[in-house]
């Protein structure tokens, strides 16, 4: 069982920056990759970015290529998301998730961490 802790969020005017943090702990021998997720209010939740742990190899969503950045810190556990020139729309509970295997999914999930962003 893997077992992942957020931090970092906050409220940001528009055009600032934050940078979450996701510390994972317990069988994290097996974890295959790291992602962030985020739920808008009245909204599905979405995906954001995905980093593995070997290569490594990043994703990004549309909405956030170029202004967010995915990163690892192999011997600390953790995984940060840097997010510049928020907006708006950037306003959500942001979800660290955790994947053990390619092609089975996030099957652990942090707490949640909310990000506002004001106008």
């Known amino acids: 069982q893997v077992r992942l802790v957020e931090s970092g969020g906050g409220l940001v005017q528009a055009g600032g920056s934050l940078r979450l943090s996701c510390t994972a702990s317990?069988?994290?021998?097996?974890?295959?990759?790291m992602g962030w997720f985020r739920q808008a209010p009245g909204k599905e939740r979405e995906f954001v970015s995905q980093?593995?742990?070997?290569?490594?190899?990043?994703y990004y969503a549309d909405s956030v290529k170029g202004r967010f950045t995915i990163s690892s810190d192999d011997a600390k556990n953790t995984v940060y998301l840097q997010m510049n020139s928020l907006i708006s729309e950037d306003t959500a509970v942001y979800y660290c998730?955790?994947?053990?295997?390619?092609?089975?999914?996030?099957?652990?999930w942090g707490q949640g961490t909310t990000v506002t962003v004001s106008s």
């Open positions: 998730a955790a994947a053990s295997a390619p092609g089975t999914g996030f099957d652990a």
């Open positions: 980093i593995t742990w070997s290569g490594p190899k990043t």
């Open positions: 317990g069988r994290i021998f097996s974890l295959y990759a």
